[in-house]
């Protein structure tokens, strides 16, 4: 199973299969949408937009931007593998932890 398919797999099982938008397919971008996140989560009352990163994958500087601006715009965004979203998740979102994760995974 991708990292994608776990990430979204966690989220539909606790917020039910409509809280998943998917943009793209792993493996092939979307055209016009640069730095666009893999996936938006309505998650605890709000939309968490979520870069799916594993492995030795880094963020693009057009993604870490993306991400950047959604939380200075007090927004919610972040990075990373299932694991670290369920901990965000179960930890409570806090843009402190959001943008750890976006330093975690710039390149």
């Known amino acids: ?5 776990r ?9 039910g299969k409509g809280a998943v938008v998917q943009f ?3 493996g092939r971008r979307t055209t016009g949408t ?4 893999d996936r938006a989560y309505f998650v605890q009352n709000t939309l968490l937009w979520w870069e ?6 880094r963020l693009s500087n057009e993604q870490r931007s993306f ?5 200075d715009g007090l927004g919610w965004a972040a990075c990373g593998n299932r694991d670290e979203l ?3 998740l179960q930890d409570g979102l806090t843009h402190t932890a959001c943008r750890a994760l976006i330093e975690k995974w710039t390149r």
Not at 1 to 5: H, L, N, Q
Not at 34 to 37: A, E, I
Not at 67 to 71: F, G, K, M
């Open 67 to 71: 991400l950047l601006r959604v939380l």
């Open 34 to 37: 640069k730095g666009v996140p």
């Open 7 to 15: 990430c979204d797999a966690l989220v539909a099982q606790v917020y």
């Open 1 to 5: 199973m991708s990292e994608e398919a």
């Open 52 to 57: 799916v990163k594993s492995g030795r994958d």
């Open 86 to 88: 369920s901990e965000l």
């Open 24 to 26: 793209g397919r792993r």
